[in-house]
């Protein structure tokens, strides 16, 4: 059974930083793309990043570029979101996705949620 | 960047009812376009990919069809466990932008 758990979610001061990590388990871990994708609260799916099963593509959404990284370890089958200079407008649940094709979202987890405020 | 346009927004249907959602592209993605259905308080679930693909377990009143810049998804008949929210999602090119989504709501 596919399982992704997202965690490290929470309430964070605008301007400061977070790391989302997110865990795989019952598929081939390193064969597959991941995403990051969020949604803010009552709105739309919004594409956040992607790394390629190997780790050597990354690509952001504009919206991110230059303040979030993201990143995997195989061995470990996890996959991490880091977050800087975070805005009100990152404010959002965070999904984490995977696909054997790198632009399909196959399997998805249930989110961790971000709220950025002071 | 690749923009993405659904509509309509929001349609309120029946049980039965025959449904099409459109979904268009701001340049031509070819057929890599999948669609994704959400229901309130649950992660996004894919459905079709690459325009017409059924993801296994997805019934087969479910289906895609369109290419280049539209699309549509098609159910044929409306059951209860379908009203929930769709989207479309372009895979030609990142970033891998997302329509608005279709709300199908119970008429």
């Known amino acids: 059974q596919v399982q992704l758990v997202e965690s490290g979610g929470g309430m964070v001061q605008p301007g400061r930083s977070l790391r989302l990590s997110c865990a795989g388990a019952g598929f081939s871990f390193s064969s597959y793309a991941l995403h990051w994708v969020r949604q803010a609260p009552g709105k739309g799916l919004q594409w956040v990043a992607l790394m390629s099963n190997d780790g050597s593509q990354t690509s952001y959404a504009n919206s991110v570029r230059g303040r979030f990284t993201i990143a995997r370890d195989n061995s470990k089958n996890t996959l991490s979101l880091e977050m800087h200079r975070l805005r009100s407008e990152d404010t959002a649940m965070y999904y984490c996705?995977?696909?054997?094709?790198?632009?399909?979202?196959?399997?998805w987890g249930q989110g961790t949620l971000v709220t950025v405020s002071s | 960047d690749i923009q993405m346009t659904q509509s309509p927004s929001s349609l309120s249907a029946s049980v039965g009812d025959r449904v099409t959602i459109t979904c268009r592209s701001s340049?031509?993605?070819?057929?890599?376009l999948n669609w994704y259905q959400q229901t309130p308080g649950k992660a996004p679930k894919l459905l079709i990919s690459t325009t017409s693909t059924l993801q296994s377990g997805v019934p087969s009143r479910f289906s895609g069809s369109g290419s280049a810049t539209t699309f549509t998804l098609i159910i044929s008949s409306l059951q209860p466990e379908d009203f929930a929210t769709y989207y479309c999602q372009q895979g030609y090119s990142t970033p891998f932008g997302f329509g608005q989504g279709t709300r199908l709501e119970i008429k």
């Open positions: 996705a995977s696909g054997r094709i790198v632009p399909v979202l196959e399997y």
């Open positions: 340049q031509s993605i070819s057929s890599f």
